[in-house]
C-alpha cells in the first residue's frame, strides 16, 4: 500500500486447483484487509488468465504494459 492505494500483484492459484473459488477469495481478503486499512482504491497488475476474476470485482482495464527478455549473460 502506498498514496493510499492498495497494490495487488501475483495473484496465482496451482494449475491443479483451478476454478474452486481460491482466487476469489484471495481477492476478497486483499481487498477488505485494504479496505480495512484506509485504502479507497487498488491497482491490479494482471495476466490475461485472471481476467474474468477481476471483472467481476469491478476493475477496469486503465493501461497496458509488456514484459520483454533480453539475452541472458
Given amino acids: ?5 492498495a497494490g495487488i500483484f501475483l495473484v496465482h492459484v496451482a ?9 476469489g477469495a484471495l481477492m476478497a481478503t486483499a ?5 480495512e486499512r484506509g485504502m479507497r482504491l487498488a ?3 494482471a495476466g490475461l488468465a485472471g481476467e474474468p ?3 467481476r470485482f469491478g476493475f ?5 504494459y ?8
Fill in 31 to 35: 481487498l477488505r484487509v485494504g479496505r
Fill in 66 to 73: 509488456r514484459l520483454f527478455s533480453g539475452p541472458t549473460p
Fill in 15 to 23: 494449475e491443479d486447483h483451478p476454478r474452486r473459488g481460491i482466487g
Fill in 53 to 55: 476474476l477481476y471483472w
Fill in 60 to 64: 477496469t482495464a486503465v493501461s497496458e
Fill in 43 to 45: 491497482a491490479l497488475g
Fill in 1 to 5: 500500500m502506498a498514496h493510499e492505494v
